[in-house]
């Protein structure tokens, strides 16, 4: 079965801080996705990036970075110099190629950032 | 403004009763996803159809029920609802990324549900 695993409930910080938001995931396929997705207080679900299982770069995106390590089964994502606009909920997600190749989502971190 | 379009947004109703929450899926994508999100379990994927045909199902429960029409809309009938339905309804749809085959999902604003 497929897990994803955000041990981090919630997270505060103040602003312009870094922070870093860990995913962990379980999975007996050899190749798969795995997503981040952003869900601000308005509610809609917002993907920001993909990677796949053969791809082990570290990638950036403005502040945005995302580090995967498929020896401890991590995609941990960092917000570096945190702004205010980035408070939101974000979700991991795993995604297999085979079978019903359904998003199988983690639970969750609500990050708050502070002025 | 993601593509994907669901009606209602906020929808309520009391118990025993059912109601139908729609999807337009993003113009091109065959596929249609629902999940639903409530505080307790999550998101958690409910059904996928594929030009009109199901897919694969997940933890949906009898009473919900959902179909894909011809022109790719898709609706999700939800009856004898219980005050624990209520919760946000997701329909998202997908994108094929030919150099990858991965597909993206592309998220609708939620139907948010609540049952008294």
């Known amino acids: 079965a497929q897990k994803v695993t955000q041990a981090q409930t919630e997270i505060s910080v103040v602003e312009k801080e870094d922070v870093t938001l860990d995913c962990v995931y379980e999975?007996?396929?050899?190749?798969?996705?795995l997503f981040w997705y952003k869900q601000p207080p308005s509610g809609e679900l917002v993907f920001l990036i993909r990677r796949n299982s053969f791809d082990e770069q570290n990638e950036i995106s403005g502040r945005y970075s995302w580090n995967f390590q498929k020896s401890t089964s991590s995609f941990n994502f960092t917000i570096t110099a945190s702004q205010v606009v980035d408070s939101a909920v974000y979700f991991c997600a795993l995604r297999s190629i085979q079978g019903a190749q359904k998003l199988v989502f983690g639970q969750g971190t609500r990050l708050t950032i502070n002025p | 403004d993601s593509g994907v379009t669901q009606t209602p947004k906020h929808l309520i109703t009391a118990t025993g009763q059912r109601v139908t929450l729609r999807c337009s899926p993003r113009?091109?994508?065959?596929?249609v996803y629902w999940y639903q999100q409530s505080l307790d379990q999550g998101l958690q994927f409910l059904i996928q159809y594929y030009n009109g045909e199901e897919r694969a199902k997940g933890n949906i429960l009898e009473r919900f029920s959902a179909q894909q029409f011809p022109d790719l809309h898709s609706e999700l009938n939800l009856s004898s609802l219980e005050l624990g339905d209520s919760a946000l309804y997701f329909c998202?749809?997908?994108?094929?990324?030919?150099?990858?085959?991965?597909?993206?999902?592309?998220f609708g604003a939620g139907s948010r549900l609540t049952v008294l």
């Open positions: 998202a749809s997908s994108v094929v990324d030919t150099g990858s085959g991965a597909n993206v999902l592309t």
């Open positions: 113009s091109g994508d065959l596929s």
């Open positions: 999975t007996r396929d050899t190749t798969y996705y």
